[in-house]
């Protein structure tokens, strides 16, 4: 006998069963092949955004520590760019005569300058006669504490017998710069 023949001869009851098992078997082949891809590909879309945000906080991070790093580099630049635009012996100047040093000086000498691992150091000697210890070390301050790079490398003190409390004074400014 063949399929019709034998579902005539069935009962209501058993055909209702018989459909509805189909009906289940069908509704689970269509949830097989429809929504368990749907839904392994949404839970692998759902990582795989988690996976881009994590990325994109550490680019974000990044880019910050990029910002600082570029502002810190900006902000050298421009003090080594001011640097240059201004020589040793013109700012040396400018701070002698803020700290009223200028009349006492004898002379400003440069003493060349030397090069190494790409830092060029030049020397300037200057001899100041006839100074207030008080002038002398605001204007040394001033040396060390305005100007990236500069630091007196050499002091020699020797008292002015003509009047107390003034002093003569060489000193030996060296300049570190960038080449």
Same mark, same amino acid.
């Given at each position: 006998?063949?399929? !019709?023949?034998? @579902?005539?001869?069935?009962? +209501?009851?058993?055909?209702? @069963?018989?459909?509805?098992?189909?009906?289940?078997? $069908?509704?689970?082949?269509?949830?097989?092949?429809?929504?368990?891809? @749907? $839904?392994?590909?949404?839970? *692998?879309? *759902?990582?795989?955004?988690?996976?881009?945000?994590?990325?994109?906080?550490?680019?974000?991070?990044?880019?910050?520590?990029?910002?600082?790093?570029?502002?810190?580099?900006? !902000?050298?630049?421009?003090?080594?760019?001011?640097?240059?635009? $201004?020589?040793?012996?013109?700012?040396? *100047?400018?701070?002698?005569?803020?700290?009223?040093?200028? *009349?006492?000086?004898?002379?400003?000498?440069?003493?060349?300058?030397?090069?190494? +691992?790409?830092?060029?150091?030049?020397?300037?000697?200057?001899?100041?006669?006839?100074?207030?210890?008080?002038?002398?070390?605001?204007?040394?301050?001033?040396?060390?504490? +305005?100007? +990236?790079?500069?630091?007196?490398?050499? $002091?020699?003190?020797?008292?002015?017998?003509?009047?107390?409390? !003034?002093?003569?004074?060489?000193?030996?400014?060296?300049?570190?710069?960038?080449?």
């Amino acid at each position: 006998m063949d399929l !019709k023949g034998r @579902l005539k001869n069935l009962s +209501n009851r058993e055909k209702m @069963l018989i459909y509805g098992a189909a009906f289940f078997v $069908l509704i689970l082949f269509i949830y097989q092949l429809v929504f368990v891809p @749907l $839904l392994n590909a949404r839970r *692998e879309y *759902e990582s795989e955004i988690r996976l881009l945000e994590a990325r994109f906080s550490e680019l974000k991070t990044v880019a910050g520590r990029y910002e600082s790093e570029k502002d810190a580099y900006d !902000k050298l630049k421009r003090v080594l760019d001011r640097k240059k635009a $201004l020589s040793v012996l013109t700012y040396l *100047e400018n701070i002698s005569q803020r700290a009223g040093v200028r *009349e006492n000086i004898e002379y400003i000498r440069p003493k060349g300058g030397t090069s190494r +691992n790409g830092i060029l150091q030049s020397q300037v000697e200057m001899k100041i006669d006839a100074i207030p210890v008080q002038n002398l070390l605001q204007f040394l301050y001033e040396i060390e504490e +305005n100007r +990236n790079g500069l630091i007196v490398s050499y $002091l020699r003190l020797k008292p002015f017998f003509k009047e107390k409390g !003034k002093v003569d004074a060489i000193v030996s400014i060296t300049d570190f710069a960038l080449e």
